[in-house]
C-alpha cells in the first residue's frame, strides 16, 4: 500500500543486522537522523521508553515553544504506555506530539494526554490501524517526510504493508552473533505476500568510528 507520505526507517544495525547487543553510536545515529531533515518522526511505545530516559534526568527545565524547524514526533502506542508527555517536551528536540491509538485505550489515558497538548489519532481495533493512522496523520498536518526510528515490530509493519519509502542504515562495525536479539530483517520478522522488495543505493558514507551510513530507495518495476 501506498503512503500519503514519504516514510524512511531508520536504524542503527551490527553488521549482522542486530539493532542492539552491543554499545551503539548514538551520536551518528542522532546526526544522520537531524540531516534527514524530516517533518514528523514516528516510534513505537517500546522504543521511546528506551529513548527518552536521558531526557527524563535532566530535571526541571522551562519547556521551549513549539517550532516549526523541529519535527512533530508521532507515537505508536495503542495501549496507552507512554504517559508523560510534559517532560519529553523538555529535551526540546520536538515541535509537538502526536499519539496513535486504538479504540481500547482508555479513557482516563486519552484525557491524560489531551490535556497535555497532545493530538491523538485513534484507529483501528485491538491494534493501530497504521495506514489509517498515516492517513489522518496527513490530512490534519499536511504532507511531508516521515522518519521511522524503530528496528522491531513497528518498522516490520510498515515493510509489510509497503509503505517504506527509503531504508537509511547505520551499520556499525560490530558482528553479535547468536540468535537474538532479532533485528527487523530476521527470519519472521516480516512478511511481505507478495515477494522481495528490491531497493537501489542511493548513498554510502564512511562516518568515524568505522560506522557505514547507507542509503536506499525502493525500487519499484
Not at 536504524?11 to 517533518?39: E, F, I, M, V, Y
Not at 489531551?114 to 485513534?122: H, S, W
Not at 519509502?165 to 533485528?183: D, F
Request: aromatic share 8%; with cysteine; proline share 7%.
Amino acid at each position: 500500500m501506498e503512503s500519503p507520505l514519504d516514510i524512511t526507517l531508520h536504524c542503527t544495525l551490527s553488521l549482522d543486522g542486530r539493532p542492539s547487543g552491543w554499545p551503539q553510536d548514538k551520536t551518528a545515529h542522532a546526526d544522520c537522523l537531524a540531516a534527514l531533515g524530516a517533518k514528523f518522526h514516528l516510534m513505537g511505545a517500546d522504543s521511546l521508553a528506551d529513548y527518552h530516559f536521558e531526557p527524563l534526568d535532566l530535571g526541571p527545565v522551562e519547556i521551549p515553544e513549539g517550532s516549526t524547524e523541529r519535527p512533530l514526533l508521532v507515537v505508536v502506542d495503542g495501549r496507552g504506555r507512554v504517559l508523560d508527555y510534559l517532560r519529553l517536551a523538555q529535551s526540546g528536540k520536538w515541535s509537538g506530539f502526536v499519539v496513535l491509538t486504538a479504540p481500547r485505550a482508555s479513557p482516563a489515558y486519552l484525557s491524560m494526554i489531551e490535556a497535555q497538548g497532545v493530538t491523538r489519532i485513534v484507529t483501528g481495533g485491538q491494534r493501530v490501524d497504521l495506514p489509517e493512522a498515516l492517513d489522518y496523520l496527513e490530512q490534519q498536518f499536511g504532507p511531508g517526510s516521515l522518519v521511522v526510528e524503530s528496528a522491531g515490530r513497528l518498522a516490520a509493519a510498515l515493510l509489510s504493508e509497503r509503505m517504506v519509502e527509503h531504508l537509511s542504515l547505520l551499520y556499525n562495525s560490530v558482528l553479535v552473533g547468536g540468535l537474538s536479539p532479532h533485528g527487523v530483517f530476521g527470519p519472521g520478522r516480516w512478511f511481505d505476500p507478495v515477494g522481495p522488495l528490491v531497493w537501489e543505493l542511493t548513498s554510502a558514507q564512511a562516518l568515524t568510528g568505522g560506522t557505514l551510513w547507507t542509503r536506499y530507495q525502493r525500487f519499484v518495476r
